[in-house]
């Protein structure tokens, strides 16, 4: 076999690196063997094949994401480009809006009034800005937690591919009446496990990690009540005994 950047002759028939260049020397089943396991390794929402079908390599994706979620993240971790992971949040965002935006006009269609019901109106209508400002703000968040708790791993890039691929739980919204509660649980449930395969945390870490200002104020709050609790409790002593005093028991 001959070198196709530099033209050294090798005379071994399988794979091998060449001397001269460096470059791989193999045969044709080899080739295939390795492209296919590259090809592996990607999201088959930015394979290079399906370009030409988007829909397919958006159902393959969602595919991994529902039934292998553990490898499709892991695979996050050979992603540099984001701008494909934010076009797929996007679209299932979108999609998930508007699949709550038809149940909550069939449903609430003769109870809402005018102004609820251009409310709906604009909040379709810039879905698009309002999926955006969300996911900048959920990687904002979840890369802060993460720094503070020191168990990031990786870029906030690296952070921002889990949200948006994290997004597609979305389009669980299409589902009457359990939708939003079973998206939203599924979105947490996508991250932390994105955490966990690119950051390479713990779950429990990363759990712990996004819920730690709500564990403080739910703390702080729990505190006030029981002193105001201890407060009242001493306060209604205190006027009993000077209740008592003044009647001379």
């Not at 906030?156 to 979305?170: N, Q």
């Not at 729990?222 to 209740?243: D, K, R």
Request: glycine share 6%; proline share 2%; hydrophobic share 45%.
């Amino acid at each position: 076999m001959n070198c196709q950047r530099c033209g050294y002759s090798s005379g071994i028939d399988f794979a091998v690196s060449c001397p001269l260049c460096g470059n791989l020397i193999a045969n044709s089943t080899v080739k295939h063997v390795i492209a296919g396991q590259i090809n592996e390794d990607e999201i088959p929402w930015e394979k290079q094949s399906n370009s030409s079908y988007p829909l397919n390599g958006l159902i393959e994706t969602l595919q991994e994401l529902f039934f292998q979620t553990n490898a499709f993240f892991k695979k996050l971790e050979n992603i540099q480009n984001s701008k494909k992971a934010l076009l797929f949040a996007l679209i299932t965002g979108s999609f998930g809006l508007t699949a709550s935006f038809i149940w909550s006009y069939l449903l609430n269609v003769s109870t809402s009034g005018i102004e609820s019901g251009q409310q709906r109106y604009l909040s379709y209508i810039f879905s698009p800005l309002l999926i955006l400002l969300q996911i900048l703000i959920s990687t904002i968040y979840v890369h802060f937690m993460l720094s503070i708790s020191r168990s990031k791993k990786e870029s906030i890039h690296s952070t921002l591919r889990i949200v948006c691929y994290s997004e597609g739980a979305m389009i669980l919204s299409a589902l009457p009446f359990i939708g939003s509660f079973l998206s939203t649980i599924t979105w947490f449930y996508f991250i932390i496990t994105g955490i966990h395969q690119v950051h390479e945390t713990s779950r429990w870490r990363a759990f712990f990690s996004l819920l730690l200002p709500f564990l403080v104020l739910f703390a702080v709050t729990f505190l006030l009540f029981f002193i105001a609790i201890a407060a009242g409790i001493a306060a209604g002593a205190n006027s009993t005994s000077i209740l008592q005093k003044l009647l001379g028991y």
